[in-house]
């Protein structure tokens, strides 16, 4: 059974880049044909997705986000790696990672793992 | 992007209701529609995927209908464990978009 677990600095500085890892246990990103994506939760909020990274490396981003945003393979084939850039206190939040599941007759995916999530703040 | 209402926003029943939760898309999705249920400080926890497929071990209580634009969540006999916030999820176009949530309280 796949785990997901979330990692990384909880306080960031205005205009730096928040860096967060997801560790996946059970299983490889570079495998299995499956979507690994990033998610944020404004405190009280909905939640608004980030972007994800294919199996085969090909990313996909929220346009929102697009010009800040890299998810990338972390330090091994079971890390995922989140960067955003240049962030403001818009950007404090709870970040979670999960995996997409493709759907095999169509154009969608659905997400049926998620880490626990990690709360990042933005502040001086 | 395609934007997903959900109404009510939110929902107070008692254990055994029965209650449904509507989700609406801005634009037709297919069935590309899924939901998600989040407790407090949890993550979310997917329970119906492309409309009316039940995630493997959720309970059957739960079911999903619609197509198009409409769809629905139906909870059949809520459980106390069910009080929780749901949302719905467009998986048709990007960006994939959330509905703003539906927070079941208890009677």
């Known amino acids: 059974q796949v785990q997901l677990q979330e990692s990384g600095p909880g306080l960031v500085k205005p205009s730096q880049t928040l860096s967060l890892t997801c560790t996946v246990s059970g299983g490889s990103i570079r495998s299995g044909g499956y979507y690994w994506s990033w998610f944020r939760q404004h405190p009280g909020k909905g939640l608004e997705w980030i972007g994800y990274m294919f199996y085969t490396g090909s990313t996909y981003y929220n346009p929102s986000l697009k010009n800040r945003v890299i998810i990338s393979v972390g330090g091994s084939n079971s890390q995922l790696s989140l960067k955003l850039g240049s962030v403001t206190a818009a950007d404090t939040a709870v970040y979670y990672c999960?995996?997409?599941?493709?759907?095999?007759?169509?154009?969608?995916?659905?997400?049926?793992?998620w880490g626990q999530g990690t709360l990042v703040t933005v502040a001086s | 992007d395609i934007q997903m209402t959900q109404s009510p926003s939110s929902l107070s029943a008692s254990v055994g209701d029965r209650v449904t939760i509507t989700c609406r898309a801005s634009?037709?999705?297919?069935?590309?529609l899924n939901w998600y249920q989040q407790k407090p400080g949890k993550a979310p926890k997917l329970l119906i995927y492309?409309?009316?497929s039940l995630q493997s071990g959720v309970p059957s209580r739960f079911s999903g209908s619609g197509s198009g634009t409409d769809f629905t969540l139906t909870i059949s006999g809520l459980q106390p464990e069910d009080f929780a916030t749901y949302y719905c999820?467009?998986?048709?176009?990007?960006?994939?978009?959330f509905g703003q949530g539906t927070r079941l309280e208890i009677k």
């Open positions: 492309t409309a009316s």
């Open positions: 634009q037709t999705i297919n069935n590309y």
């Open positions: 999960a995996r997409g599941i493709p759907f095999a007759h169509g154009p969608t995916n659905w997400f049926d793992a």
């Open positions: 999820q467009q998986g048709y176009g990007s960006p994939l978009t």
